[in-house]
Structures are given as structure tokens and as C-alpha cells.
């Protein structure tokens, strides 16, 4: 009975061993916590955020699974976003520096998760990024990759943030691990922090005992800090050896200079190691700002310009503000130039009817097709001079426009289309371009949407009008550029009577929709379909015959590079593979730069359908449903006039 107590005593102390070191098979490298619907919830509040079957918008949370369960995104079917989760871990030694690991499972394919320290910067991680643990169920294995560090609160907690790829394969979340960390923290001057004196006095905590963190690692026998200027290279840093081991430990003050950010690092030596020895432990990389004497665009100094839409005629508006700490330098000057920061060479000057404000703040320009492109500002004072961040500024307007009237070309632009005998017939408008299901227009590498300043991939409006019987797959146009590269646009109908629309950047992040239609689209009659999207908010709407079908907010989705493969109209170039031919007629196929609303929208259906009535959205007081407020709404309001249902003791007044 003795030797089996013993036996137990020594089963448990080896796997808590296994549980804290965990760096072979089937273990993890530290304390594993699951991820259960206790600790886990939406960033922002919602109430209904999860399910147990597969949805658009809903995490699903599949328990008695692995670890107890696992947050699964998307399932087979790629498609919505779901919330951004928080998960707290608790029962942390209070104020101590972690690493955390994200654990999730992938199958032979490319199943991600995304994980970070704070929401605001969350990173992909999937099998390539970490290392297996060795746990294994059907085909699926599970992995773990470090995501960061991160020190407890007073209370012994910290948060972690998990959020799904939108649109984008499957995500299986496991849980989150955890184990003390080894190196100097608690920095000061603070990560990240702002307008620190030029004097500066740093401090730090030592690193932890792993084995008792309460404590500062016994074998720590000094730190060199690491001091360099506008970049994290530290084999031009400036090293100090710190020999005072009284936690928190201090060394300084240092005189910097001023308008800088500082990167800073300490080491710790191990029973004497040198600094370039291997047992030193390498530590975090912090940075700061000196105050600033020069102008500053940045917040909480200043404001820097935002990109600007508008149509041809109308007036943009840039505009910016410097400041500096305390108010030092003097007099704040300003001007602004056309091009790329630090590019001088082209000016701005008011110019009456057209340019107004060159010299101040806020510049406005009465815009022309030729005024697309690239701004920026300059501030001056008596200490120097800094330069904003760009801002562009997008003229918009139709981009591209091919009636097919016995034509190939596009009537706005320069990019006409090529089809060797093209076959023209009877259109919406005029003629329409057929295609037998072995044909496209090849409009070319140039073609739009393109990944050009206003070129209608980041933002855009897609509209033809379409004639077929044919009811499998079809794409009506698109293109995809090659691995790894995943730039991609494509608009199609599905064999299950499905609308859809895709646009994904080089990252393959995605924004899209997909909808049934009310009515059969594909009768051999002429139907208008339109998409709309803005890739900066995520919008995206698909119309048909000039009302709503459906809209969806995603994830917004930035990074588009120039087609590799011709953008073509009648089939998908998916890497140089046309699939999924469209058999039937195309007419008027148009793109805009960027979103039209739904007013828009109906007014080109009714431009080929007058007497049509379309109802874009009904106003808050249309009480008998006829879409406008009438004198019939008045009626109806008046019907109801003093009606009362109240119960008091002085019944309705």
C-alpha cells in the first residue's frame, strides 16, 4: 500500500512537471487553460454569440472535444465573421510577466486562428507558426505557437484576444497557455509611453524564479541595457552593464535628445555570462518618445489627414494639426504638397475657383479628374519641420463602361476588351455581347476594379445586366492572382440559385456575400445585378434588378496588389485557369470607383424601366405602406387621434 501511495506521489509530481515544462510529445510548454464559455465572451457585448451548429455570425462551441471543447469558426463553409472573444485566465501570481501560447487544431489543410495581447493587434497563427503538441484526433492535429507576453494584474488576471480569419477556412480554438516568464519587465519608462523627459531615469523588474516566481531568478548576477535611437537595432546600440540587483532595479539618468523614439532592452546575465554569452537571456524590446519640440501629427499632439472622396466639381477636404509638448518651438507653419512625404517638388498654391488653403491647416480643392492622387502636409516652427502621413484623394466616378453595342470597348477608359468573333445580339440596351460557355472578354492586367489610387478594388460598384437559362455554376467575371499572392475579385452565380461576391486581399482576407434571389434571374429574360462594397468599412450589398437583395458588414480588408492574371468577363481566371463559364448574353457592364447607395442603384434599373416603382427604404412615418409620407399617413395618424390606453386612477387626461 506504501509503494502504491509513493507511486501515485511520483505519477502526480511528474506530470506537474510535464505540465510546467512540456517541450516533448504530447504537452504543451506550460499551464494549458481551455477555453470553456465561463472565461471566454465577445469583446463587445452581445448576447447571442454562440450556438452548437455552424452559422454565419455565431462562434460554435463543440464540447467534449479534446480538451473539453473547442470555439469552431466557419465549419466546412467559409463564410460570415464572428465576434472578437476575450478569454481571462486567472489565478496568475499578481504583476508578473507570462509567455502565452495559442493552442488550437488544423487538419491536413491551413486552419488558422488569430491571437494577440491586446485586440487592436492580433496576429495568424496556424500549424507553421508554432510546433505540434502531439495531440492527434481523426486527421486533425493540434498546435501551439507563442503569441506574446503579457504581465498579470493586482488581482492575478490577464486577457487574451482570439478572433476567427472572416470568410476564411476554419478556425478551431483550443485554449490559451501559460508559463512565468524569464525576463526583465515592468519597464519604465512604460511601453509605448509619450513625451518623456529628456532626462531619463530607467527602471525595471528583474526576471522570475520559474520555479517560484514570486521571487527574482537567483542565477540573474547583472543586466546590460540597451539604449538606441529610431530603430531596433541594437548591434548600434549604446550598452551600460547594470550590476545592482535591488528589485526594482534603476540605472540613469540619461540625457536624449529630444523629437526621438527610443528602443530599449535588457538583458540578464546568468551566473556571470558575458553579453554576447548564449546563457544570457535576451530580453523584450520596449520603446518611448522623447517630448517633442518640432510639430507632431500624431495624437494627442495633432491630427493627421484622412483620404478624401469626392465627385468631380465638388469640394475634398485635407486637413491636419501640429502640436508640440508644452507648447515649445514657437509659431506652427504649414504647407502642403502633392506626392509622398519628404517630396518637395510639387507645392500647392490657392488658386482661385480651385485650391484654397495651401498654407493653413485645411485644405480644400474644387475638384477635377486631374486632382486624384497623393497629399501631405508640412508643419514648421523655430525647432524644425515634420512631415504628416499621406492622404489620398479619389475623384468619384464611372471607371469603366462597355455597352457591347457591336463593341468591344470600354467607353470611360482605355481598356477595351478582346474576344476573337465576338458575337453580338439584341440587348438591354442597344447590342449585348453572347458567349457560348467556351469564351471570355479578356480585358487585360489593367482592367478594373485594379489595386490603382482609385482604381475600384478597395471601394467599388460592379453592374451589368445579364441574360440566361443556364442554371450550374457561373462566374460573370474575375480574376486571382498566384500563390502566395491572393488578390482576388469575382462575381458569380451559384448552381443552387446563389448571388455571390468575393474580394479578397493579398492575405487572402476576405470581404463578401452571398444571396438566394426572390425571383428566378436566370429565365431567359433581362435581369440588372449589381454589387457594391467598401473594403475600408467592410459594406458589402448585392442588387437585383435595382432593389436590395442582400447587405453585410465584414471585417474591412486592405492590401491589394496588381493583377498578375487578365481580369476577364464570361468566366473566373482563377491563376491563370479560366473555370466556370457563363453561357448567355452580358449588356452594359459598368464599374464604378466607388459604392453606390441604393437610390443610386434603382435609378439605373429604372433608366432602362421607367414607370417602375422601387421602394430604396421606407421613411420612420409611412404608416400605410406606400413608401412616401402623404396626407393618406396624416389620415391615418389623425384615425388614432387621442386614443388611449392607459390605467390610472385619473384614467386619460
Given at each position: ?242 550590476a545592482d540587483l535591488t528589485d526594482p532595479i534603476e540605472s540613469g539618468p540619461y540625457l536624449l535628445d529630444a523629437n526621438k523614439t527610443y528602443y530599449w532592452r535588457l538583458d540578464e546575465s546568468i551566473n ?382
Amino acid at each position: 500500500m506504501k509503494k502504491l501511495f509513493l507511486l501515485v506521489c511520483l505519477m502526480f509530481v511528474l506530470s506537474m512537471v510535464q505540465g510546467a515544462l512540456a517541450f516533448n510529445g504530447s504537452v504543451y510548454s506550460g499551464t494549458y487553460v481551455d477555453a470553456s464559455t465561463i472565461n471566454t465572451a465577445p469583446v463587445d457585448p452581445i448576447v447571442d454569440w454562440w450556438s452548437t451548429s455552424v452559422t454565419a455570425d455565431k462562434w460554435r462551441f463543440r464540447d467534449a472535444y479534446a480538451n473539453a471543447g473547442i470555439w469552431e469558426s466557419n465549419g466546412a463553409s467559409p463564410t460570415g465573421d464572428k465576434p472578437m472573444l476575450a478569454m481571462t485566465i486567472g489565478s496568475l501570481i499578481p504583476q508578473i510577466p507570462y509567455n502565452l501560447y495559442v493552442v488550437q487544431w488544423s487538419d491536413p489543410g491551413y486552419w488558422r486562428v488569430m491571437a494577440g495581447t491586446e485586440p487592436d493587434n492580433l496576429i495568424v497563427y496556424g500549424k507553421t507558426s508554432g510546433r505540434a503538441t502531439g495531440a492527434v484526433e481523426s486527421n486533425r492535429n493540434e498546435y501551439e505557437a507563442m503569441f506574446g507576453t503579457k504581465t498579470s494584474d493586482a488581482e492575478g488576471n490577464l486577457t487574451v484576444y482570439i478572433d476567427d480569419i472572416p470568410n476564411y477556412g476554419r478556425t478551431w480554438f483550443d485554449g490559451v497557455v501559460y508559463a512565468p516568464s524569464p525576463v526583465a519587465y515592468n519597464p519604465n519608462p512604460a511601453q509605448n509611453a509619450k513625451d518623456v523627459d529628456k532626462s531619463v531615469m530607467f527602471s525595471w523588474m528583474m526576471g522570475r524564479n520559474i520555479s517560484n516566481p514570486v521571487d527574482p531568478n537567483p542565477a540573474i548576477t547583472g543586466h546590460y541595457l540597451y539604449i538606441v535611437p529610431d530603430e531596433p537595432n541594437f548591434a548600434l546600440a549604446t550598452m551600460v552593464a547594470v550590476a545592482d540587483l535591488t528589485d526594482p532595479i534603476e540605472s540613469g539618468p540619461y540625457l536624449l535628445d529630444a523629437n526621438k523614439t527610443y528602443y530599449w532592452r535588457l538583458d540578464e546575465s546568468i551566473n556571470g555570462s558575458a553579453a554576447d554569452d548564449p546563457n544570457t537571456i535576451t530580453g523584450l524590446v520596449w520603446s518611448f518618445e522623447t517630448i517633442k519640440t518640432k510639430p507632431s501629427f500624431d495624437e494627442p499632439l495633432g491630427t493627421q489627414p484622412q483620404d478624401a472622396y469626392a465627385f468631380i466639381g465638388n469640394n475634398a477636404v485635407l486637413s491636419v494639426s501640429a502640436g508640440t509638448t508644452g507648447g515649445e518651438g514657437g509659431d506652427i507653419n504649414y504647407q502642403w504638397y502633392r506626392g509622398l512625404p519628404g517630396d518637395i517638388s510639387s507645392p500647392l498654391i490657392d488658386e482661385t475657383d480651385h485650391i484654397v488653403g495651401a498654407a493653413t491647416s485645411e485644405l480644400t480643392i474644387v475638384t477635377a479628374i486631374t486632382d486624384q492622387g497623393t497629399y501631405y502636409c508640412q508643419a514648421t516652427n523655430d525647432a524644425g519641420s515634420t512631415d504628416s502621413m499621406a492622404a489620398n484623394l479619389v475623384i468619384k466616378r464611372l471607371i469603366a463602361h462597355y455597352p457591347f453595342d457591336n463593341s468591344l470597348e470600354d467607353m470611360v477608359g482605355d481598356i477595351d476588351g478582346i474576344l476573337s468573333a465576338a458575337t453580338y445580339v439584341e440587348g438591354k440596351i442597344g447590342q449585348a455581347v453572347s458567349l457560348n460557355g467556351t469564351q471570355v472578354v479578356d480585358l487585360g492586367l489593367n482592367a478594373a476594379p485594379n489595386s490603382d489610387l482609385g482604381g475600384g478594388l478597395d471601394a467599388g460598384t460592379v453592374s451589368m445586366w445579364i441574360n440566361t437559362t443556364n442554371s450550374g455554376t457561373s462566374y460573370y467575371t474575375g480574376t486571382r492572382n498566384t500563390d502566395p499572392d491572393a488578390t482576388s475579385y469575382r462575381m458569380q452565380f451559384s448552381s443552387s440559385n446563389s448571388l455571390g461576391f468575393v474580394v479578397a486581399n493579398s492575405a487572402d482576407n476576405q470581404i463578401g456575400l452571398a444571396a438566394a434571389p426572390n425571383d428566378n434571374l436566370r429565365n431567359g429574360q433581362w435581369q440588372m445585378i449589381v454589387v457594391t462594397w467598401d473594403a475600408k468599412t467592410g459594406d458589402v450589398a448585392l442588387y437585383a434588378n435595382g432593389k436590395l437583395l442582400s447587405s453585410q458588414q465584414d471585417a474591412p480588408i486592405s492590401g491589394f496588389n496588381p493583377w498578375q492574371n487578365a481580369m476577364v468577363i464570361g468566366a473566373y481566371n482563377n491563376q491563370g485557369t479560366l473555370q466556370n463559364f457563363y453561357i448567355g448574353a452580358i449588356d452594359d457592364y459598368r464599374v464604378y470607383n466607388y459604392a453606390l447607395d441604393g437610390f443610386e442603384v434603382a435609378q439605373l434599373f429604372i433608366d432602362q424601366n421607367p414607370g417602375t416603382v422601387i421602394c430604396v427604404e421606407k421613411p420612420q412615418y409611412d404608416f400605410n405602406d406606400d413608401c412616401q409620407i402623404d396626407l393618406m399617413d396624416l389620415v391615418e395618424m389623425i384615425e388614432s387621434w387621442l386614443d388611449c390606453n392607459i390605467v390610472s386612477d385619473n384614467g386619460c387626461l
